[in-house]
């Protein structure tokens, strides 16, 4: 079983839209979650840390769900601007990689006018 | 600086010659990490290194592949001999402390082997 799984997508979805996507890891002592967003021949930049009680940031939200392992992102009023790769990255303490953030593969999002 | 510092950023060399990418850490980031990623694919760790710690190599893919950091500055990847397969975007990140933060990237250094 892969560390982190996520659905490659792609996700296409019309402005204005609300969008969510799942990820799950496998390594039950994982610590930390992020998210990361990244843009098409672009390095992966950090979209929102994931906290235990869930939170959110503008239009979008993160939920941890421990017991079943897996976060989600959902994206409200969608932008055309939010077409990108959304990596899913989980922090683990032992296990989880050598690095100790595992990313995931990414889902591909795309916003159509 | 205020950003992760990655050069050059576009690298085209021919196959078997060596070449250096050079990565500039956030001033302060004991943290430093090398990934590699491939066209389409995802990231592919390499190469960590932690305050002067000995680095944890386990993710270089070859014998070729060599990495150095002087104390919590510069560090640069070396890629000898290289092969077509070699061809991808190498991008370095660096952190507060391992493990404990999310990373920031830099913009990576696009290898073209010819």
């Known amino acids: 079983r892969k560390e982190v799984e996520q659905d490659p997508g792609p996700f296409n979805v019309p402005e204005g839209a609300t969008v969510a996507f799942n990820c799950t890891y496998s390594n039950s002592a994982s610590q930390s979650f992020f998210w990361y967003r990244q843009d098409c021949r672009k390095e992966p930049k950090l979209l929102m840390s994931v906290y235990s009680s869930g939170n959110e940031d503008g239009r979008f939200t993160a939920q941890l769900n421990r017991a079943s392992q897996y976060i989600s992102l959902l994206i409200r009023d969608s932008k055309l601007s939010d077409s990108a790769t959304y990596l899913c990255v989980v922090n683990s303490y032992s296990g989880g990689g050598a690095d100790g953030l595992t990313f995931g593969k990414g889902t591909h999002l795309i916003i159509q006018p | 600086g205020a950003g992760v510092s990655q050069s050059p950023s576009n690298k085209v060399t021919e196959k078997g010659k060596d070449v250096e990418l050079r990565c500039d850490p956030i001033?302060?980031?004991?943290?430093l990490y090398w990934y590699r990623q491939r066209l389409g694919q995802g990231l592919e760790f390499l190469i960590y290194f932690q305050g002067n710690s000995a680095p944890d190599k386990s993710g270089l893919p070859s014998d070729r592949f060599s990495a150095e950091r002087t104390g919590e500055s510069v560090s640069t990847l070396t890629i000898q001999r290289t092969q077509q397969e070699d061809s991808a975007v190498y991008l370095c990140?660096?952190?507060?402390?391992?493990?404990?933060?999310?990373?920031?990237f830099g913009s990576g250094t696009r290898l073209t082997v010819v």
């Open positions: 990140a660096s952190s507060l402390a391992h493990r404990s933060y999310g990373y920031t």
């Open positions: 001033s302060g980031h004991t943290a």
